[in-house]
């Protein structure tokens, strides 16, 4: 059975809906994967996914289809309708590429779109007896041709509209690519880079150090995407310095009261800082915690991670206080 090829559907139309689902793929990837992959290797699967491979007619492997068929067609003969036996060649013509362009209309058409039957990676091509003469070899075969070349000019429409489509896909990936990595990186690195807040006890006593302060910065350091990005947590700066203060200022009144701590261990010693640190804070002071740099005195720890640590010294003469925000 014959019909007409390249409609009723519309090559642009379809073209249009593979683009659009393109940037729908580029925007719903998984942020991590995307992350992950390199910017090439993204552009490729999505070019993929965008572009329609034109048919390519094989028309050195076009072969006759069997025996001939012989059909009843109705004919006008002189203002009244007549049955005539008519004689069908059938030539089939291999292709490749996405059968679906064989039905759809390019930009540029003709009146009288070629006829033919599809089935898979095939083409029928058909001529048709007109029940009183018998065509020869050569002309049956030049129709059959003709028929064929029909085809390959509809495909060439088609193709020309599909190298459009995939000059611009091409051109705009990379960009699109590149500004969507862009996005999801800055989200997450000012994500990482906010401060993590110590909430400060509401019954605790307030006091002004008298220092100048001097503001620290604390920068999410960038990381390689990883098949998980964790934000590391962060010390707030004012929360960082108003803890040391709590310590210097211990240290000072041990120093000038010494016989309170003469006789103590390091451990008392670091018991009465977290003592101190743990009436004005509320947070997650603890002692004697391993992590995997050794052992710490007393830390702040979030996640698993270290937001503060510190080492409590102790001898005969002095008392001495060293921290640092953990990473």
Same mark, same amino acid.
């Given at each position: 059975m014959?019909?007409?090829?390249?409609?009723?559907?519309?090559?642009?139309?379809?073209?249009?809906?593979?683009?659009?689902?393109?940037?729908?793929? *580029?925007?719903?990837? @998984?942020?991590?994967?995307?992350?992950?992959?390199?910017?090439?290797?993204? !552009?490729?699967?999505?070019?993929?996914?965008?572009?329609?491979?034109?048919?390519?007619?094989?028309?050195?492997?076009?072969?006759?289809?069997?025996?001939?068929?012989?059909?009843i067609?109705?004919?006008?003969?002189?203002g009244?309708?007549?049955?005539?036996?008519?004689?069908?060649y059938?030539?089939?013509?291999?292709?490749? =590429?996405?059968?679906?362009?064989?039905?759809?209309?390019?930009? &540029?058409?003709?009146?009288?779109?070629?006829?033919?039957?599809?089935?898979?990676?095939?083409?029928?091509v058909f001529?048709?007896?007109?029940g009183?003469?018998?065509?020869?070899?050569?002309?049956?075969?030049?129709?059959?041709?003709?028929e064929?070349?029909?085809?390959?000019?509809?495909?060439?429409?088609?193709?020309?509209?599909?190298?459009?489509?995939?000059?611009? !896909?091409?051109?705009?990936?990379?960009?699109?690519? +590149?500004?969507?990595?862009?996005?999801?990186?800055?989200?997450?690195?000012?994500?990482?880079? #906010?401060?993590?807040?110590?909430?400060?006890r =509401?019954d605790?006593?307030?006091?002004? #150090?008298?220092?100048?302060?001097?503001? *620290?910065?604390?920068?999410?350091?960038p990381?390689?995407?990883?098949?998980?990005?964790?934000?590391?947590?962060a010390?707030?700066? @004012?929360?960082?310095?108003? +803890? *040391? +203060?709590?310590?210097?200022n211990?240290?000072?009144?041990?120093?000038?009261?010494?016989?309170?701590?003469?006789t103590?261990?390091?451990?008392? !010693?670091?018991?009465?800082?977290?003592? *101190?640190?743990?009436?004005?804070?509320?947070?997650?002071?603890?002692?004697?915690?391993?992590?995997?740099?050794?052992?710490?005195? !007393?830390l #702040?720890?979030?996640? @698993?991670?270290? &937001?503060?640590?510190?080492t409590?010294?102790?001898?005969?003469?002095?008392?001495?206080?060293?921290?640092?925000?953990?990473?």
């Amino acid at each position: 059975m014959t019909a007409q090829l390249f409609g009723p559907g519309e090559l642009a139309r379809v073209l249009w809906e593979r683009r659009h689902a393109v940037h729908q793929r *580029l925007q719903g990837w @998984d942020h991590d994967d995307l992350l992950l992959q390199s910017e090439a290797d993204v !552009i490729e699967v999505l070019k993929a996914e965008a572009l329609i491979e034109c048919p390519v007619l094989d028309r050195a492997a076009a072969h006759m289809d069997g025996h001939p068929t012989e059909l009843i067609r109705p004919f006008k003969d002189f203002g009244e309708t007549v049955d005539r036996q008519v004689t069908r060649y059938t030539l089939v013509v291999p292709f490749v =590429g996405d059968e679906q362009v064989f039905q759809l209309s390019a930009s &540029v058409r003709t009146p009288e779109p070629p006829r033919g039957h599809l089935r898979p990676g095939e083409l029928s091509v058909f001529y048709t007896t007109d029940g009183i003469t018998m065509p020869v070899a050569e002309q049956l075969k030049a129709a059959l041709n003709a028929e064929v070349a029909k085809v390959e000019q509809y495909l060439e429409f088609a193709r020309s509209d599909i190298r459009t489509h995939q000059w611009e !896909i091409e051109s705009e990936l990379p960009g699109l690519v +590149a500004d969507r990595r862009a996005k999801l990186l800055s989200d997450r690195q000012l994500n990482a880079s #906010i401060g993590f807040p110590v909430k400060r006890r =509401g019954d605790a006593d307030t006091y002004t #150090i008298p220092l100048r302060r001097t503001r *620290l910065t604390v920068r999410a350091t960038p990381r390689t995407p990883a098949q998980r990005f964790t934000p590391e947590p962060a010390l707030a700066d @004012d929360d960082y310095e108003a +803890a *040391l +203060a709590v310590l210097l200022n211990a240290r000072n009144a041990f120093e000038r009261t010494p016989s309170m701590t003469a006789t103590l261990h390091e451990e008392q !010693i670091r018991d009465l800082l977290l003592l *101190l640190l743990n009436a004005q804070f509320e947070g997650a002071a603890a002692g004697e915690v391993f992590n995997r740099h050794g052992k710490t005195d !007393i830390l #702040i720890r979030v996640d @698993d991670r270290n &937001v503060f640590t510190g080492t409590a010294a102790c001898s005969a003469s002095a008392n001495s206080w060293a921290g640092r925000r953990g990473v």
